[in-house]
């Protein structure tokens, strides 16, 4: 554990009771997540450095405010550092510190892009928190919920049919009126205590438009809220004695026009290293091998999205490669990457990248090879066998449609 000076710019600040004032600050290469409200206490002003114009002219007295050092613990030997929020119990309203240039989206989002709600109050946390079943979670970013329920220091979520209440005794109240113990749509999936279920988001719509956002809490730049009508929601669910419990989701286009089989993907905070983010890859892709389809998530990934990903992708990789190694064939073996594509319903982009993360592809005698170690294959094998759960396609009870031949979704 030690301190340091870590760079942050002012989104946003507002007055409290004593006549001092909180300001929120994002970290300068840090993910938005960890953005909080601190005291001016918690700033190091001395160190205030202009925000650079694109024209290099000369900025006003506020905008030199926009970058501050603040000195904060970190605890993470990966670079993050812990967040913890100071909220205030004044209601008054942040005043947005407007910025010189433009912010526009950071390189690496989440999976659906919006390019025009990378500003203002959008950049600020509104909900303190929420509560949904036995978990009471920390949101991430920005969702468009209620005023009125933002100022409230915990909004309470139906875990079933993901209505918002403004307390607990309105929960308790809709409990007794709410008839789901499960999500709505079909159950196309059930092996053992795990369940997936398909929902329109057209026929649903309700539901959809409140998972969406939740979502939001924990996704950047998500933009499904207002227009469900051309996705499919699957939510993965974990059972129990008193329902059928969500544990994550994904949603994918109805028709898309790049073949992607994942529009958003999340794993609740709560049910976060359990492996569940893993089988929500592995039955899109799962998806996508009835589809007779290759398929790929939306680009770009968010962070934690490329790791789930890109870990997905090394052991499906491997997995294939071993196998095929396994199998009687020809000497010497002979694998193509479209033939390797076809096997893991794969795009061919995302297999070379795998490939050249694992440091698999060599040049020899005027050919790219792919080359295996023992050591790489002992490690896989190791892996693999601290995998518990994984998807069945035996279990899958689904059909796809051609929604294109469909006059309305």
């Not at 942040?94 to 025009?116: D, E, R």
């Not at 996705?231 to 004695?241: A, H, K, N």
């Not at 939306?298 to 992708?313: Q, T």
């Amino acid at each position: 554990m030690y301190f340091d000076w870590i760079e942050g710019e002012i989104v946003a600040k507002r007055p409290l009771e004593n006549g001092k004032q909180e300001f929120y600050i994002h970290y300068i290469d840090y993910n938005k997540r960890l953005d909080e409200w601190v005291s001016d206490d918690q700033l190091d002003v001395n160190k205030i450095k202009l925000p650079q114009t694109k024209n290099s002219r000369p900025v006003s007295p506020t905008a030199m405010l926009n970058k501050v050092s603040r000195k904060r613990k970190i605890e993470d030997t990966n670079g993050y550092s812990s967040s913890h929020s100071a909220n205030s119990d004044t209601d008054d309203s942040p005043t947005i510190v407007p910025p010189i240039v433009p912010a526009g989206p950071p390189s690496t989002g989440s999976l659906s892009q919006n390019q025009n709600t990378y500003d203002g109050l959008t950049r600020i946390k509104n909900v303190q928190q929420i509560e949904m079943g036995k978990a009471r979670m920390t949101p991430w970013y920005f969702s468009p919920y209620p005023q009125e329920l933002c100022n409230l220091p915990v909004i309470y979520i139906c875990e079933f049919c993901l209505k918002y209440l403004k307390s607990s005794n309105c929960l308790k109240r809709h409990k007794l009126k709410c008839k789901l113990y499960h999500p709505p749509g079909n159950e196309i999936y059930r092996k053992n205590n795990i369940s997936v279920f398909e929902i329109d988001g057209r026929k649903n719509k309700n539901y959809a438009q409140n998972l969406c956002l939740l979502a939001k809490l924990f996704l950047d730049h998500k933009t499904l809220y207002y227009d469900t009508d051309p996705f499919l929601f699957y939510v993965m669910t974990e059972y129990d004695q008193f329902g059928l419990h969500m544990v994550g989701y994904f949603s994918k286009e109805k028709e898309s026009s790049e073949d992607y089989n994942v529009a958003c993907i999340l794993t609740l905070p709560c049910h976060q290293k359990k492996g569940y983010g893993r089988l929500l890859i592995e039955f899109s892709y799962l998806l996508s091998q009835v589809e007779g389809k290759l398929g790929s998530p939306e680009k770009p990934l968010s962070d934690l999205g490329l790791l789930s990903y890109r870990s997905y992708w090394s052991n499906a990789v491997l997995e294939a490669l071993i196998q095929y190694l396994d199998s009687p064939t020809e000497s010497p073996p002979s694998l193509t990457i479209l033939e390797l594509c076809d096997r893991l319903c794969m795009k061919k982009e995302d297999v070379i990248s795998t490939l050249q993360h694992l440091n698999l592809i060599h040049y020899y005698k005027g050919q790219y090879i792919i080359c295996l170690s023992n050591e790489i294959i002992d490690q896989h094998r190791k892996s693999m066998f601290r995998r518990k759960v994984r998807i069945d396609e035996k279990y899958l009870q689904w059909q796809p449609k051609d929604w294109s031949k469909r006059g309305k979704w």
